[in-house]
């Protein structure tokens, strides 16, 4: 067998269930590649997802070349048609009472669930081809010219409106009339925000309470977006009109769909695990599992599991792996690996990236503060307003945190990712792709942020 180069794609917080979702992408689908061989590793606090990276490359290759052939408003709108059925999916399966349904049609239907949730992860992947590809390939061209991170700022900005910054209009919205009522109905239409995994806890009508309390100028705010947003559209269209490389051109329009296609994807996929979870919640009891621990099945054996009518996996080992998994798939053969041995594969995998601390500039400044990092919302409590917020990667509910940073430094991204737009829309310096941010600076390290450079450095007190 030939030599595996594993490449490192993103680190996240992620249980069993859903991680094992997306190490079995790229499998049954062959239209742009497979995927055969991937890991699924801890490092540090976060779980780090490795591809091999030919099959990898080949993937964003093929990818880019089907993109390229599209007509690509109307592939978007395909794009997100296949995520709003995927929600649809989800509100149905909540509907579903496993006790109320015989044994044998609820296994059929938990291996559908299983088939459902890696097809969505193959859509989901799609994104990753198009970062590590185009919009990639893209920056670097652009970032060669003078103006080049004003036209990135162009092209990001997203044609159309998410669903979490309608949100987010319209809690400025209630903050700017202080119409706290409203925030009842506002609660049950919005709960799913910060649900990434089915682990996490929807947000309450108190959450957003605070939230809404803690805005300055909601107004302001309000008409600075809509501002930003209409003249960032319309530069981005004046813009295109002036490149006459057809090619450059398509990479362009490529870049900018995706740009809100990245973000999109979690209107839904928020939306449709927090409505998920009572369904894991209920087939949980069914095998004698808690929620925790039938999160910390694999899909598959999930399946095995509602089949057989108790869990293939030992409490012992579930609780193993709540303290540390990791998952190795080889020539599409799945092997979990939990405590020491996980971390040790972990130790195996990834490589030592360095202590200079290099990215790409988002949004230009340069300002010094105290590092806070911060891997996910359960950690929000902790970062004070004028600290430098230092994440692997920021997501739509890291907004308030956001707005109190001196600037953000990230260990992943690139031109379309979440950091990169939100850092412009509020004029934030902020530095993507670092790889190794969260692993050098330690919470409470004075250090300066040089966003014109693309550098961090630790600072002498």
Known sequence: MKKLVWKKLWARKYSPILASAFLLSFLKNKQFGTAPNKMFVPEGNLMTFVFEETEFKNLVKNYEKFLRRQNLAGYARKFEQDFVDFLAYARKMSTIDPFKTNQKELALMVRKFKDRLIQSSDLQFCVFLVLEGPAADLEAKLLKLDNGAEILQWITTLYKTTQITKARMELLEIAKSKNWKALKNYAKKYAWLP???????????????????????????????????EAGLKQYKKYLATVKDPNLKKQIEIAHHFSYLKEMRDDYRRHAYYLLAPFLRKLGK????????????????????????????????????????????????????????????????????????????????????QARIIYHQGEFGKFKSGEILVTPMTHPEFLPIMKKAKAIVTDEGGITCHAAIVSRELGIPCIIGTKNATRVLKDGDLVEVDANKGMVKKVDR
């Open 286 to 369: 069914l095998i004698d599992l808690n929620f925790k621990e039938i999160n910390h099945l694999t899909l598959p054996e999930l399946a095995d599991s509602i089949e057989r009518g108790e869990s293939a996996v030992s409490k012992s080992e579930l609780s193993s792996r709540q303290t540390a998994f990791a998952y190795e798939l080889l020539d599409a053969k799945l092997k979990v690996f939990r405590g020491a041995k996980a971390r040790s594969l972990g130790k195996k995998v990834l490589r030592n990236t360095g202590s200079a601390i290099v990215g790409l500039p988002a949004y230009k400044g340069s300002v010094q503060g």
């Open 195 to 229: 649900v990434y995994e089915p682990l996490d806890k929807p947000w309450t009508q108190k959450d957003f309470l605070v939230q809404a309390k803690a805005l300055k100028n909601p107004g302001t705010e309000l008409q600075n977006y809509h501002k930003h947003h």
